[in-house]
């Protein structure tokens, strides 16, 4: 057991030599074995990457071609005749004109009903049904043009005398509200509903015609 020769093989300690070199060789295999993987890994972790960076690309590219615009409202018209008399609440009747733009190339706009309302000083005036529903083609605009009168209208007399005395000042302001649900169709996919409103606010003069102004205007789009 103490014999000097057994004592390389069965120490707890065996001699340097031996186990540099069963480790050297392991060690080869083992860096061989490691390098392989690392460089296989490596591959395909380029070709992962390559093909995320041309689908990104490609990506940006369809994004930028089919970027939804949201639609484009503009006020044309807007009238309030009667707005020189006294008592014009009695028959009082606002007419308006506003396009509604679809300005995307491959996007068509599907709109459910569109209802529109006059504000004065933040409180509804009137409003109306304006569209029933409605697809539109790309680049292609839409006129509305529309009254509120009777019963869709309401002004008071206190109402009316307001409206006098802003255009004794020069200028009455009011604000159309279009709102409506909008979807985008994109050839076969048709995307959510979205609501949208639009606000545009316009000014009329003593005669109760549009202010130049006001005329032409693009209206703001929201979405919510
Ligand atoms: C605006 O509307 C009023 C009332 O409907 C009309 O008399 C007038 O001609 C219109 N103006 C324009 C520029 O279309
Ligand atoms: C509404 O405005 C558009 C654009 O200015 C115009 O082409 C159209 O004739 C107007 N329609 C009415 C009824 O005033």
């Known amino acids: ?40 890994s490596k591959l395909v972790c380029s070709i992962f990457l390559s093909l995320l960076l041309i689908l ?5 590219i369809l994004w930028l071609s089919l970027r939804p615009h949201r639609p484009r409202v503009h006020i044309h018209n807007f009238s309030v005749p ?22 995307n190339e491959h996007i068509g706009m599907y709109y459910d009903a569109m209802d529109g309302s006059v504000f004065y000083r933040d409180q509804k ?14 680049k292609t605009t839409t006129i509305i043009t529309d ?4 019963a869709t209208l309401t002004v008071t007399s206190q ?29 076969t996919w048709t995307s959510k509903r979205h609501r949208m409103h639009a606000s545009c606010p316009v000014s009329v003069g003593a005669d109760g015609s549009i202010l130049p102004l006001s005329k032409d205007k693009r209206c703001p789009v929201y979405f919510t």
């Open 147 to 150: 009254v509120l009168s009777g």
């Open 125 to 138: 005036i009137g409003s109306k049904l304006l569209l029933a529903s409605l697809y539109q083609q790309p």
């Open 56 to 60: 990104g690309i490609i990506t940006f």
């Open 159 to 187: 109402r009316w005398m307001e409206f006098l005395n802003d255009r004794a000042a020069g200028s009455v302001t009011f604000r159309l509200d279009l709102a409506s649900t909008i979807r985008f169709k994109v050839s």
């Open 1 to 40: 057991m103490s014999s000097p020769h057994r004592v390389p093989i069965y120490s707890a300690n065996p001699p340097e030599k031996l186990v540099k070199r069963h480790h050297t060789t392991r060690y080869y295999v083992h860096r061989v074995q490691e390098s392989l993987t690392t460089r296989i």
């Open 82 to 103: 009667g707005l020189s008399q006294e008592n014009g609440f009695e028959n009082a009747q606002i007419s308006f004109n506003v396009t509604l733009r679809n300005a």
